[in-house]
């Protein structure tokens, strides 16, 4: 913790101790100064779960990311990568009010519950030939060989998109949420121009597949967002492309780690385990709300005030920014009994990991049914799994977790 006492701005959140545990700087945030302003991120953040759930839904409250997308830019001449702001700004998340209602209502007209529910038996075909595939190895990587693999596959099912661009899609994926999420000490040059060359291979890619859906549609979401229409409003290509991008970063990244983070976490408490493992199939609905709690692969949203308020006693004025740390509401104990340790069948367990209200996280259906198709069905294979290293590596950033690899035995 000596960090912590030489760092009292920002408690220690940019060491790279915090980008592989953030949870004690958390601590000591939440206990010693909840509604924090950091000079170094020129930001409040927030860390009780009261004021993380209110914050989450205000309505005086903005998810634009326009100006924090251009902070991520080189300060030289940032507006020759104008186009990377363009496309962000095009992302259902990052949009409010109407523009945000429009592209939602057309978003849900395809994005239905059949839809949703037409992918289970193909997941569980996914996961079969996966867990298939690794059934005559001793030792692989739960991340990289199996839980990286799975949102991908199930993301290629919902575009419609062939096996053979997996590796692509998923390129594409980790390069876009490294963009989006900052590691601690960015080159801000190069990330610009990958994004850029990123942006312009996915627009030569899906172009031309917007325009063959929009003649020859299929049950795939692409045909449907191209055909989705309500009240005379349609998604434009470029809209459809952002949407492509999104539902594969921030889906996809997530629902990865996700599942990599619960089956190394499972290890570090082994009666949680062990519990799991006499009937993976009818615990695991508790037991994926769990570990979304225990360590949300996303750890903070981001907002910025529309209006001067009042919360927790500290005055915000119109245009501030606002960390919204997830992570660390869901580990206050005001809200969670014993916070800190993993309790699959805990109930209620009311996280903060995927929003509520009006941005609400829109995959969360299909995040938490990967979530527990996975674990369940590795669990059922290869119960007796262990991990080969007593420590897991998170890759270089502060507002989302993501493991560099999980290696395990099989038996």
Known sequence: MTALVADLDSFGLFTADAVQNPYPYYKAMREREPVHWSEKAQAWY??????????????????????????????????????????????????DDAYHDRLKALF??????????????MMQRRVDKILDDLEGRDAFDAYLDFAARLPTQVMLDLLGLPDSDELMMRHWSDRCSNFLFQPVSPDKEAMAQEQRDILDAQQAYFMPLIEQRRRHPGEDMISAMVHADVGGERLTDLEILATCNMMATAGGGTSRSAIAMSLWWLHQFPDQLAKLKTDPHKLINLAAEEFLRYDAPTQRGIRTAREDFEIGGVYIRKGDLLHIMIGAANRDPVQFADPDRIDIERSPNRHVTLGHGVHYCLGAALARLELRVAV?????????????????VYMDRTASRRPTGVPVFAR
Do not use: C, G
């Open 46 to 95: 927030f860390t009780r779960y009261d004021d993380v759930f209110e914050l989450q839904d205000r309505p005086d409250l903005s998810v634009d990311r326009i100006e924090t997308i251009y902070s991520y830019l080189p300060r030289t001449n940032p507006a020759r990568f104008s186009d990377i702001v363009e496309h962000y700004h095009r992302w259902l998340l990052y949009r």
């Open 108 to 121: 849900m007209k395809a994005m239905t519950p059949r839809a949703v529910e037409r992918l289970r038996p």
């Open 376 to 392: 369940a069905n590795f669990l059922m294979r290869f119960p007796d799994y262990r991990l080969a290293s007593d420590r897991i």
